[in-house]
């Protein structure tokens, strides 16, 4: 297991590299922020003063190795922009971003998985045919779209939950159904489809023929055999709503990450978009080795060893 655990850091390592590598490139290829922050009427000699101030006049190469130097300190730097240290920047809209990302991936998961469930189990009647369609109104329509018809149904006309900001806990109901409704539909999705496989093995057939009650095989045979593609998709929903959050957050004037992830690429604030990408990236790794990690847990039949499964 160690092995694998190991090869998989040095992938997960690359990976965050090739990531902040491109976003690096992106970033100063999009325009000069001392532009941006000189005042009106500056002269040529101002520009390129300021622009020798803050290392925008060096390679890109450069820049991006004194960047990874920093990183190394645990220093994300400063702003060019707000001219404070990123990392305060970025941790004061981290747990907004946390609260609408957790009661997005509740929704989804607590929503998902018994319509999943329910719709395997009584596949063909009326329970699935009321069930699937909500399913694909989750799984095709956008999340603006939807922000914007929850604002509109909830927000503006019945009048009962507020359309942006975040002041107490009903601000986040219409953001989290927005941002988990995606999610919501791929978690019923593979757990409808890991639960149709289950249930036509022999096992199912073996435990049933000895008198046990069907939703005991169901809760906890069926859904424990079948939970390796849940795990899966568990880790990337996470990461995938971490991305979303900068749609929601912008719909509903949301105070998190994602709007700071706009407003800052809208003021060339590089070094704050990088930090949220890295954020991110490091995020994403995480959650991935702990879904293989889990994998070893849930089944024990899994071995990770040598590189393999």
Do not use: C
């Not at 390679?59 to 404070?84: C, H, K, M, N």
């Not at 991110?280 to 990770?304: C, E, M, Q």
């Amino acid at each position: 297991m160690s092995r694998y655990l190991l090869g998989r850091l040095a992938q997960s390592v690359l990976a965050v590299f090739g990531v902040m590598a491109i976003v690096f490139v992106v970033m100063r290829l999009a325009g000069d922020p001392t532009l941006l922050l000189v005042p009106e009427g500056a002269t040529r000699e101002q520009i390129d003063l300021l622009r020798r101030q803050l290392g925008f006049d060096r390679p890109i190469a450069v820049q991006f190795a004194d960047y990874l130097w920093t990183l190394t300190r645990l220093d994300l730097g400063e702003s060019v922009v707000q001219r404070l240290p990123v990392w305060r920047i970025v941790a004061e809209r981290m747990p907004y971003t946390a609260w609408l990302a957790g009661t997005a991936l509740l929704f989804s998961v607590g929503a998902g998985i018994p319509v999943g469930v329910a719709t395997a189990v009584w596949r063909g009647s009326l329970v699935e045919r009321l069930l699937m369609p909500i399913v694909l109104v989750g799984q095709s329509m956008p999340t603006f779209w939807s922000g914007i018809l929850l604002i509109m149904l909830f927000g503006v006309t019945l009048g009962w939950l507020p359309t942006s900001g975040a002041d107490d806990w009903r601000s986040v109901l219409m953001p989290s159904v927005a941002l988990g409704g995606l999610s919501m539909a791929t978690f019923a999705r593979i757990t409808r489809t890991a639960v149709i496989e289950e249930l036509a093995k022999d096992y199912v057939r073996a435990i049933r023929a000895k008198g046990v009650a069907w939703h005991v095989v169901v809760l906890r045979h069926v859904l424990r055999n079948g939970a390796i593609p849940i795990v899966t998709i568990a880790a990337l929903e996470i990461a995938n709503l971490l991305a979303g959050a900068v749609i929601v957050e912008t719909v509903f004037a949301w105070p998190g990450m994602g709007q700071l992830a706009v407003q800052s690429i809208q003021s060339r604030d590089f070094l704050v978009v990088q930090a949220i990408v890295l954020l991110v990236s490091v995020t994403y790794v995480l959650l991935n080795f702990a879904a293989d990690i889990a994998y070893g847990i849930i089944d024990p039949r899994i071995k990770l060893r040598g590189g393999a499964r």
